[in-house]
């Protein structure tokens, strides 16, 4: 089994910052990509950001300048650097890995959420 564990998510003004973390472990023998992904009540889960084992990331427009999602591939971790917290970012904030296990199987694997609220 792969596990993602979150943290970082919480309550700041708008103009402030946060950090998210995300960490994989389990039997995963190596991580494609990660990334963060929102969601809003009623709404469609989101891409946020996402990274490559190769270090490239993509962005959603209404993050870029803003958000950086960085990744330590010793540590199977990603981390994403919010700036220049908007209201409308508010939203559960979800991580996601997809790579390959040690039996050779594909794996698509998402974290449980850390919420990320921002006050105006």
């Known amino acids: 089994q792969v596990q993602l564990v979150e943290s970082g998510g919480g309550l700041v003004q708008a103009g402030g910052s946060l950090k998210l973390s995300c960490a994989a472990s389990g039997s995963i023998r190596s991580i494609n990509a990660m990334g963060w992904y929102r969601q809003d009540p009623g709404k469609q889960r989101e891409l946020v950001a996402v990274?490559?084992?190769?270090?490239?990331?993509n962005y959603a427009d209404s993050v870029k300048g803003r958000f950086t999602l960085s990744r330590d591939n010793a540590k199977n971790t990603v981390y994403l650097q919010i700036n220049s917290l908007k209201p409308e970012d508010t939203a559960v904030y979800y991580c996601n890995a997809a790579g390959v296990t040690y039996s050779g199987g594909y794996v698509s694997v998402w974290g449980q959420g850390t919420q990320v609220t921002v006050s105006s």
């Open positions: 990274i490559t084992s190769t270090g490239s990331a």
